[in-house]
């Protein structure tokens, strides 16, 4: 499978715990976002990778949330001390111009 | 701060009829728009697009429409069939900042009744 990938693909945690999601984009895209998802309503923008370089955050990202892309290709996801309003589907997406290629997503739950 | 604004959140249209959704921005300096069909259980995957230097783009049943002074844009659905049953969003990508940060909106629901 030549597409993005995210792992893991279900994950659930108690609050107050942390938790890191790994997203594998298509090779040689240049571009990787990271957004959240939650029933009923569209991708919420987090953050997005030109290459190597964190370039945009939202303003509505607390400092729980961090990303990394370290060498350019695959990229982490961090939330530290979870809430249980963290709730929600994690999609990863790559574009090496304009059209952006989704992951499967991943699923968190915080009990 | 930016926003993306989607109309209606539930559409439902007899096969065969016409689907039209609705979206405006708030960037001005947005320049790139998308709409992406999202199927339950899967991922979003590109429909059809229009940069802010194009008007209209047409893609055999499906184009879309933009005004960059009134800020908005359209899908339009023809001859719609039930496979065409989904989740639309529209989003605005670009603005002020010249990067490629993507606003979605909340999504239309288009039911399409055989």
């Known amino acids: 499978d030549t597409g993005v990938s995210q792992n893991p693909r279900h994950k659930i945690t108690k609050r107050g715990q942390n938790v890191t999601f790994r997203c594998d984009p298509i090779s040689e895209h240049n571009r990787l976002y990271w957004y959240r998802q939650t029933l009923g309503q569209g991708p919420e923008f987090l953050t997005y990778f030109q290459n190597e370089a964190q370039l945009e955050k939202s303003r509505l990202l607390s400092d729980r949330f961090s990303a990394e892309r370290p060498k350019g290709s695959f990229s982490t996801l961090e939330i530290q001390r979870t809430e249980q309003g963290d709730s929600a589907m994690y999609l990863c997406?790559?574009?090496?111009?304009?059209?952006?290629?989704f992951g499967p997503g991943t699923r968190l739950t915080v009990l | 701060g930016e926003n993306v604004e989607q109309h209606p959140s539930t559409l439902s249209v007899q096969e065969g009829d016409s689907a039209v959704i609705k979206c405006t921005y708030s960037d001005s300096a947005s320049n790139y728009f998308p709409w992406y069909k999202q199927e339950l259980g899967k991922r979003p995957q590109l429909i059809i697009d229009i940069r802010s230097n194009v008007g209209e783009k047409k893609d055999q049943r499906i184009a879309v429409t933009l005004n960059k002074t009134a800020k908005h844009f359209s899908l339009h659905i023809t001859e719609t069939q039930p496979e065409d049953s989904a989740v639309y969003f529209c989003?605005?990508?670009?603005?002020?900042?010249?990067?490629?940060?993507?606003?979605f909106g909340a999504g239309t629901r288009l039911f399409v009744k055989a």
């Open positions: 989003a605005a990508e670009g603005g002020e900042t010249g990067g490629f940060k993507t606003i």
């Open positions: 997406a790559s574009s090496p111009s304009d059209e952006q290629f």
